[in-house]
């Protein structure tokens, strides 16, 4: 599949709009000190960081092997 080759201004925006909801929710987690949702505030931001990552990497995934 070649849609994140083929569109890369949407890769662009969306990879935007996921990192910074992502920050948003690790700073709205970190401010609920003490509480438990605050954790898991912030690890569906940590979980979207990640996400961000795998959509950046998407159009390198089936480059060729390298040789050493």
């Known amino acids: 599949m070649n849609f994140w080759k083929e569109h890369p ?8 709009v996921l990192f910074v909801l ?4 690790i700073m709205k987690g970190w401010g609920m000190t003490g509480q438990l949702a ?5 690890i569906v931001g940590v ?4 996400l961000t990552l795998a959509l950046y990497n998407k159009p390198f ?8």
């Open 47 to 50: 979980a979207l960081l990640l």
């Open 38 to 42: 605050g954790l898991g505030i912030m």
């Open 61 to 68: 995934e089936d480059a060729p092997n390298r040789k050493k």
């Open 9 to 16: 201004y949407l890769r662009m925006i969306g990879m935007a």
């Open 22 to 25: 992502a920050l948003v929710l």
